[in-house]
């Protein structure tokens, strides 16, 4: 833990990372990268694009939709939500967050086919990359079966199998892939996605996870190549705890990224 805290601290000061190897990452992915993230998030702005800059990317920042914005009633208008079929789809209602971070991802798909991108990387604000990060990229985008379509830079499943050298696949019937956290996607697989996305009926990694049910041809990196460590630094923006320790734990969190980024961060 004090590892992570340290490492986020050297990463607000653009204090490299990763292994010079990595800092070439940018040049792997060879594609536009996106940041999701809430324009009152800027505690995570200030970590992330040094963080990336210091691997060769130079993101785009995505205008996350913000939960605390919405307006329940107005989401069922419009045909964005409907908690009849999320309980049908998903057995329960969102959250307000989880309705808005799929919305987000969702809205980063319709920019990528709106401007004719044929491959994006999509990538949350509070991640981070394992050493050796380029490396295992480079050789999963060489790898690929030529009919992918989405590469999840992060997955949980238990029933996955090597597909080649440094990619593997997932038993869909068995095990949805779940991972919202970074991904390479292709535009073929945006508009799959945009097709069916609307009601938002599962939070994003689900959404993800369950991409190859609408025919998106998915696939992962071998190993994953995203970290959790952000989760333990920064203090969630999807829900809010309903107990007490777990509401003490996030206003720590948010009082000590708040006086980190202002000693030491940048807009």
């Known amino acids: 833990m004090l590892q992570t805290f340290r490492r986020y601290l050297q990463g607000l000061r653009g204090a490299p990372q990763h292994p010079e190897s990595d800092r070439a990452l940018g040049d792997v992915l060879g594609a536009p990268v996106f940041v999701i993230n809430l324009a009152r998030s800027a505690h995570r702005r200030a970590f992330i694009l040094p963080y990336l800059k210091s691997l060769g990317i130079t993101p785009q920042i995505f205008p996350a939709v913000d939960g605390s914005q919405l307006d329940r009633e107005a989401l069922v208008r419009e045909g964005r939500y409907d908690d009849a079929y999320a309980h049908e789809r998903f057995s329960r209602s969102l959250t307000m967050g989880e309705i808005a971070c799929t919305l987000s991802h969702v809205e980063l798909c319709r920019k990528i086919v709106a401007d004719g991108l044929p491959v994006a990387v999509v990538l949350e ?3 981070t990359f394992i050493d050796g990060v380029a490396d295992v990229v480079r050789k999963a985008l060489a790898n690929a079966p030529p009919d992918w379509e989405l590469l999840q830079l992060y997955h949980w499943c238990k029933d996955s199998f090597p597909v080649s050298d440094g990619v593997i696949g997932f038993n869909n019937k068995t095990c949805l892939p779940l991972g919202s956290l970074g991904y ?16 938002v ?16 041809k998915l696939y992962g990196t071998a190993p994953s190549v995203i970290t959790l460590e952000g989760n333990a630094i920064f203090p ?21 990224v708040g006086a980190a980024t202002s000693l030491l961060g940048r807009r």
């Open 125 to 127: 604000d509070d991640i």
């Open 184 to 199: 390479v996607i292709r535009q073929s697989a945006a508009k799959k996605l945009l097709e069916t996305a609307l009601p």
């Open 201 to 216: 009926c599962y939070p994003a990694d689900s959404l993800m996870g369950r991409s190859p049910r609408v025919g998106v």
């Open 236 to 256: 969630t923006e999807v829900r809010t705890p309903d107990r007490w320790p777990a509401r003490a734990r996030l206003a720590l969190k948010r009082a000590f």
